[in-house]
């Protein structure tokens, strides 16, 4: 990790994900006005007992959050939000994010379809129970809530003595959102640029448009002109200093996943998970041949809307093709 020394008002969590590898890192903001998080982590009493751990190392309670604001919908990052709202804190979140939030807690039943890629990508039927059951299994730790705030790309989000920038970066979740702290030259980017990795970018059900690579990309590529100078604060992985760079690596990583995808098609019609196999090779759980079927999907939508490959919907599997 790389050794950056933050202002002192602002203090990386890092809190156990339940289930899952890794951490995730929520922001505390301090300041006499208010006691800020940018995300909150998973809802379970690990989290619960790693963030009251480490807020008494600074003097502070569950209960002295005044606020929470959300990158995206997902459980280690908003999984916490009604039980800080319970404590008396103030939930923000984007537009979008209340919009997906809603759709995700309405439709649990989309867990499974999911699993199978929507059902129409010749992903194996077993899939629906070993992958589907840790999308049930993440539900368990995530609450339905109605935000007290919403905000909107380009608003100023007030955080105590901070002053936010929103800032709407799509790609790994359609609602993803990202904050620029211009006075410490700071950007708060939760899952859209990681260090270590590249972030999971695939069509789901809150997705508007078909292209998400594409779209990510894009969000790429304006983050990389915007935050020239600045550092991100992933909520994953260490600090990146160098953003710029950073964009450069991962849409390299990106266009060599679409070139090795084109690479195998030919004229014979192929599902994406067929595809997927040949092109990223057969992987050794159901949840990780899951993800290289996903991003798959995005490679050959990608490809689809570019008109560089065919893509046959007439039948019971999606079919793609040169």
């Not at 933050?6 to 969590?13: A, R």
């Not at 699993?115 to 299994?137: C, N, Q, T």
């Not at 904050?179 to 508007?208: A, M, Q, R, W």
């Amino acid at each position: 990790m790389t050794k950056l020394i933050l202002p002192k008002s602002i203090i990386p969590l890092k809190l156990p994900m339940q289930g899952f590898w890794g951490s995730v890192t929520v922001y505390l903001l301090r300041s006499e006005k208010e006691n800020v998080l940018i995300d909150c982590g998973m809802g379970d009493e690990s989290s619960i007992e790693s963030l009251k751990n480490q807020l008494a190392l600074y003097n502070l309670k569950l209960a002295d959050i005044t606020k929470v604001i959300a990158t995206h919908y997902h459980v280690d990052h908003m999984g916490l939000c009604s039980y800080f709202q319970n404590l008396g804190a103030k939930i923000a979140v984007s537009d979008k994010t209340a919009v997906d939030l809603k759709s995700y807690f309405k439709y649990s039943d989309r867990d499974d379809m999911r699993a199978v890629l929507y059902g129409r990508h010749d992903v194996p039927e077993d899939f629906k129970e070993s992958v589907g059951s840790i999308f049930r299994f993440f539900r368990n730790y995530h609450t339905d809530l109605i935000p007290d705030e919403i905000f909107t790309e380009g608003d100023i989000i007030e955080a105590g003595d901070f002053k936010l920038y929103a800032l709407s970066a799509p790609g790994h979740t359609e609602d993803h959102h990202i904050f620029y702290l211009k006075d410490e030259n700071l950007i708060f980017t939760g899952d859209h640029i990681l260090d270590f990795s590249t972030p999971h970018v695939c069509f789901s059900y809150e997705s508007s448009v078909d292209d998400v690579l594409s779209q990510y990309i894009d969000s790429l590529k304006r983050l990389s002109v915007f935050a020239k100078g600045a550092t991100a604060l992933p909520a994953h992985g260490g600090y990146i200093e160098n953003i710029v760079e950073r964009v450069d690596e991962m849409i390299l990583f990106y266009d060599k996943k679409i070139q090795s995808v084109l690479e195998v098609l030919d004229s014979t019609p192929s599902s994406c998970f067929e595809i997927s196999q040949k092109a990223l090779g057969k992987k050794r759980s159901p949840m990780a041949q899951w993800l290289a079927a996903s991003l798959t999907l995005s490679c050959l939508e990608h490809l689809t809307s570019t008109d560089k490959i065919k893509c046959d919907t007439t039948g019971d599997v999606i079919k793609y093709s040169k």
